[in-house]
């Protein structure tokens, strides 16, 4: 057996039957699209949420609220996730380019330092922002921080 004599079983396929060829053929006339409108033309597109000429859901749904568009969204790290993470990582320096390399951040994401936890290793921290608690805490262990704009 070789991949040029292949062929399916027997009676695994069928001749696919052949729209518009007349009324005697069984899909003929209208060629299975119904009468009229624009789904029966030849080249008719649907519009990517039509309902039929119902009123769309994002239209029906009511607008509410407000989203700022200036918003800047921080990958948050608390100093107790900071620890373990140099205990899984053995980071030089805690910084952007460390943390991308790992997989931990995006290249376009924006790090911010929070003081949740406790950190007993002593780092350098190159990061977007930093909270004043958390400042306070690396500073104490002996480690600087440098921020990133």
Same mark, same amino acid.
């Given at each position: $057996?070789?991949?040029?004599? %292949? ?26 699209? @119904?009468?009229? =409108?624009?789904?029966?033309? /030849? =080249?008719?597109?649907?519009?990517? /949420?039509? *309902? =039929?000429?119902? $009123?769309? &859901? ?6 509410? =609220?407000?989203?700022? $568009? ?9 100093? @107790?996730?900071? *620890? ?5 990582? /053995? ?5 952007? *380019? ?10 376009? #994401?924006?790090?911010? &330092? %929070?003081?949740?936890?406790? %950190?007993?290793?002593?780092? !350098?921290?190159?990061? !977007? /922002? &930093?909270? #004043?608690?958390?400042?306070?805490? &690396?500073?104490?262990? @002996? ?7």
């Amino acid at each position: $057996m070789k991949l040029h004599n %292949l062929k399916p079983a027997e009676g695994a396929t069928h001749k696919q039957k052949r729209l518009g060829r007349g009324e005697a053929s069984g899909k003929g006339g209208t060629s299975t699209k @119904g009468n009229k =409108g624009g789904q029966s033309r /030849a =080249g008719y597109q649907r519009k990517n /949420a039509f *309902e =039929g000429g119902q $009123m769309p &859901i994002q239209r029906r749904l009511p607008k509410r =609220g407000f989203k700022n $568009m200036n918003r800047v969204e921080y990958k948050v790290f608390n100093l @107790g996730q900071i *620890e373990t993470l140099n205990e899984k990582y /053995a980071f030089s320096e805690f910084s952007l *380019e460390n943390l991308y390399i790992n997989g931990l951040v995006n290249r376009t #994401d924006k790090v911010k &330092i %929070l003081g949740n936890g406790e %950190l007993k290793t002593r780092l !350098n921290f190159k990061v !977007n /922002a &930093i909270s #004043d608690k958390a400042k306070a805490a &690396i500073e104490s262990v @002996g480690g600087t921080v440098e921020l990133i704009k």
